[in-house]
């Protein structure tokens, strides 16, 4: 082991073949062979130096070229002070050249000195893999240990640094977790991260999340399917409590992207995700499904999320997070008992909106679309155009509901029809409105009964 500790890898990304791989100092021969090749001009100073003060000759040359190879050029004037052991090598009109027999070796040596440091250096480096060869299960063994430690040390590191919980892992199907984090959303945000509880089981196996777009709805899904992942792999997660039961695969429908040079529209990426989760999830999995059918028309998209949430429920029967703006699939959890209804909560404060990153029990009251629209700059005459046209369509549903079902105006209570402002009263919680709130909800209800 000593050879192989003297052996040093120089340049780990240098090839064999182009040198440099064993590390100087390892073997006097091949530091000779290098500094010939890499030094030469050291040498020929040296050596020009040391001719100049044992001739007298202050004009004295030793240099090269690539025809007559080394030499030691004297001027004509200083002929007579040639020294005999000099042997001329060539006559030039003002000067002479002469050879010397250091010169000549140093000559033989350099000019085959790369290629034999090279050569040199792979028989050495053969040598050492003949010495390793014998030494692998031991360095396997020792890698391995190495990159475990290595894994554990960051982990309790981490685990440290983040205030990380050790996880359960539970056989017991199900997950639950107490103010669970992104563990990266709150290492980057300037704000205090808001903790979430999560609890699926058996009882409760789809989450219908609903709520203003930055309200929070990604973060709760995705801090979800890395808390299970860090969970499975050994790691300390984001929460104060977490407890998880078997997992076989993760599956996710988030974001939006295309794939144009195949031929495949967003909407088409879309759908081929989903229907890679509904062909493939198992009750084990655990799914993520955000904004599915926002890609096609809104009857369409509402069909298609619809019967993909149906479908996940009561035939795939997965563990299942799944945010919508569709307001018609809150009414799933009334269909099926494993189906509940969550919602990321805001409140507005005069013409803005307030998002409070809470997940809490129930649908949302509102999705806070003309508020987000505002923050993120569209002016205020789109807005305003906005919030027209919206209490213009509400009131054409509720109309058109009327003809289909006959009901009178005055039958805002009954049971065969929803005026939207009865939906509104049902979705709020007075004890929650402050006076300027109240005041505005009453208003909002007079306009849609107007």
């Not at 073997?27 to 130096?49: G, K």
């Not at 005999?84 to 060539?90: C, L, S």
């Not at 009954?414 to 109240?438: F, G, K």
Request: charge should be negative.
């Amino acid at each position: 082991m000593d050879l192989l500790n003297r052996a040093i890898i120089a340049n780990p990304p240098t090839l064999i073949r182009d040198g440099g791989v064993i590390a100087p100092g390892y073997h006097a021969e091949l530091d000779e062979l290098r500094n010939l090749s890499q030094h030469a001009d050291h040498y020929l100073t040296e050596l020009e130096q040391r001719e100049k003060a044992a001739t007298g000759i202050a004009n004295l040359k030793v240099n090269y070229n690539r025809v007559h190879g080394y030499y030691i050029e004297i001027s004509r004037l200083n002929a007579d002070k040639t020294p005999a052991h000099y042997r001329r090598k060539q006559t030039l009109k003002g000067a002479e050249r002469y050879i010397t027999e250091e010169l000549k070796a140093f000559e033989d040596k350099v000019l085959s000195a790369r290629e034999k440091s090279l050569s040199f250096e792979k028989a050495l480096y053969e040598q050492l893999l003949e010495i390793l060869g014998a030494a692998v299960p031991v360095l396997q063994h020792c890698a391995a240990a190495l990159a475990e430690l290595d894994v554990l040390v960051n982990f309790a590191e981490r685990a440290d640094s983040l205030n990380l919980t050790a996880p359960v892992l539970s056989q017991q199907p199900g997950i639950h977790i107490e103010a669970g984090r992104h563990p990266v959303v709150e290492q980057v945000s300037e704000l205090p991260f808001v903790a979430n509880d999560l609890k699926l089981s058996d009882q409760r196996r789809m989450l219908i999340i609903t709520g203003p777009n930055m309200g929070g709805k990604s973060t709760y899904m995705r801090q979800a399917a890395l808390i299970v992942i860090l969970a499975h792999i050994g790691c300390y997660v984001p929460a104060q409590a977490a407890t998880i039961g078997p997992v076989d695969k993760i599956f996710t429908r988030i974001g939006a992207s295309d794939d144009l040079a195949s031929g495949r529209s967003t909407f088409m990426v879309e759908m081929s995700e989903t229907a890679n989760i509904l062909n493939n999830a198992t009750a084990n999995s655990l799914v993520l499904m955000d904004e599915i059918g926002r890609g096609t028309s809104t009857f369409d998209g509402l069909s298609l999320a619809w019967a993909c949430a149906s479908h996940l429920a009561k035939q795939v029967k997965a563990f299942t997070l799944f945010a919508t703006h569709y307001f018609e699939l809150t009414t799933l959890a009334d269909e099926h008992k494993a189906i509940h209804n969550v919602h990321l909560d805001a409140i507005e404060h005069g013409d803005k909106i307030i998002f409070l990153h809470t997940v809490k029990d129930g649908p949302a009251s509102q999705s806070y679309g003309l508020q987000v629209a505002a923050l993120a700059g569209v002016p205020c005459a789109v807005i305003d155009q906005a919030k027209a046209k919206l209490q213009q369509l509400e009131n054409h549903a509720y109309l058109t509901q009327q003809a289909e079902t006959g009901v009178n105006q005055l039958d805002l209570f009954s049971t065969n029809a929803c005026h939207p402002a009865v939906c509104l009263l049902e979705q709020s919680h007075p004890d929650e409105l402050s006076p300027r709130q109240a005041l505005a909800l009453v208003y909002r209800l007079k306009g849609m009964v107007e």
